[in-house]
């Protein structure tokens, strides 16, 4: 779909030759953020834009929802999880070596003190969600894609929501309204829904993306239409003159610049290590199945809080995912863990339909405590940083792309990037 043009020049005063590396939500957003400035803007991407990641999300876009991976009282929990395969969280045993040191610093974030600074900082990339987006949604003629009809978490029983309360207070304390449903009030909200849950929390400010994949496409589509080039190419490292960036080296030679934007989600990693940035970035791998005719669609996005997944209404269908799977970048996917999610969908959606639905599995560029890396790299001049943003990266891209904007263009941030400093691994 999209056209790779070569690499831009830029000669104005002010306007920098400027690429992004990794055609994700994240570097796309960045990417036309970045043309809006007028600066050049040359996008790498070895794949379709929104291929990786960002294609199966569950298209959550959720102010509110800032709470971060690691919980409290998670670690209680964990062994019981691991136990059952069909359960949220799996760690395949050949990556367990590989992943400890990551678990530590998780299990460390997870203190309620922690927990809370992690939310306010996720609050500040992830708050202006509608209002970041807007200018790019408007410009690409994609508004009717974003649904701010609200975001509904449920609880089969009065103590499952209490064991949740933190989760809630942290969406309380954003300033959001927050509604606590009874079992009458989750039925008038969206029929839908099985009648065995006791509790529900709704964020009528929370909403959802109708076609995630379809938004990066057709942001990389005005990206192009409005001079921007995507060139279809694997960053393999940076050229550089002392601490000063001078292009991204690629197999088929040098792409020149002024500035680099590193946004490459996972892959990220490897890049910037080869800069002597060593960031514990895992992939925490999810799944996810899309029934096109599921004979009853829901109004709002559910997400049953037992069951750790989420249930989007999307043009496409219906889709359900979610879960957490450690087993590194190359293992081949277990669809099982997909296929899983359609016997627990069946019991929130009663006479759910189960057909022809597709499966897919991707890769949350997580670092321990959920937190992106955002801002300048701090020991290289002209490189730029955008990754890692775990389970919450299409509601981020847009904030992320803004903020990294100001930056390059020596205005006032609109977010303070310290807490998202590489630095503080
Ligand atoms: C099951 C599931 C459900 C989710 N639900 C939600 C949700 O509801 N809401 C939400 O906000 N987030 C959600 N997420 C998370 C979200 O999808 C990710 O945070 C987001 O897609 C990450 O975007 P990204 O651009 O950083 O990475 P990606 O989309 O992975 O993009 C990175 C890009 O970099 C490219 N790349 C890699 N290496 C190189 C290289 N060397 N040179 C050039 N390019 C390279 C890749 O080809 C890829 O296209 C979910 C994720 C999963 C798995």
């Known amino acids: ?73 998670m670690l209680r929990d964990v062994p019981k999880m691991l136990m059952d395969p069909e359960g949220p969280l799996v760690i395949r045993a050949a990556r367990l070596p590989f992943v400890l040191p990551w678990l530590l610093q998780f299990i460390r974030a997870g203190r309620e003190d922690r927990v809370r600074e992690i939310a306010r900082a996720l609050y500040a990339v992830n708050g202006p969600t509608f209002e970041a987006y807007a200018p790019l949604l408007k410009d690409a003629g994609v508004e009717h894609l974003f649904h701010r009809s609200g975001q509904l978490s449920l609880y089969p029983t009065r103590d499952s929501y209490e064991k949740d309360r933190l989760t ?33 929390v709704f964020i ?58 590193v946004a490459a989600g996972v892959w990220s990693k490897k890049l910037v290590r080869t800069l002597g940035y060593k960031v514990p970035l895992e992939s925490l791998r999810g799944y996810h199945v899309t029934i096109p005719d599921p004979g009853v669609m829901p109004r709002v996005m559910c997400i049953p809080a037992d069951a750790k997944f989420a249930i989007t209404p999307m043009e496409m269908g219906l889709r359900m995912g979610g879960t957490v799977e450690i087993a590194g970048l190359d293992a081949p996917p277990n669809y099982a863990r997909a296929r899983m999610l359609l016997k627990i969908g069946q019991k929130v959606i009663p006479g759910l339909k ?54 390059i263009g020596g205005r006032e941030v609109s977010m303070d990037l310290k807490q998202f400093s590489v630095d503080r691994f």
């Open 204 to 261: 009528p400010d929370n909403g959802h993306c109708k076609n995630p994949f379809g938004l990066v496409q057709a942001l990389a589509k005005m990206f192009v239409q409005k001079g921007g080039t995507i060139l279809k190419r694997d960053a393999t490292g940076f050229e550089m003159a002392g601490p000063r960036f001078k292009g991204v080296r690629t197999a088929e030679g040098l792409v020149a610049g002024d500035a680099v934007v």
């Open 1 to 73: 779909m999209v056209e790779s043009k070569g690499a831009e020049s830029a000669s104005a005063p002010g306007v920098k030759r400027i690429v992004v590396i990794g055609g994700g939500v994240v570097g796309t957003a960045t990417a036309c953020y970045l043309q809006r400035d007028g600066h050049a803007v040359t996008l790498m991407e070895p794949d379709e834009p929104g291929n990786q990641t960002s294609f199966g999300n569950l298209g959550g876009i959720s102010p509110a929802s800032v709470a971060p991976i690691a919980m409290p009282g």
């Open 354 to 407: 189960i057909e022809n639905y597709t499966e897919w599995m991707g890769h949350r560029p997580a670092h321990p405590d959920s937190l992106p890396v955002i801002g300048a790299a701090p020991r290289h001049d002209g490189v730029y940083f955008a990754f890692g943003h775990a389970q919450q990266g299409l509601l981020g891209a847009a904030q992320t792309g803004k903020a990294l904007a100001e930056l």
């Open 168 to 200: 809630v207070a942290l969406k309380e304390a954003t300033g959001h309204k927050v509604e606590i449903l009874n079992q009458d009030e989750i039925r008038q909200l969206d029929p839908a829904f099985s009648p065995h849950y006791d509790v529900g």
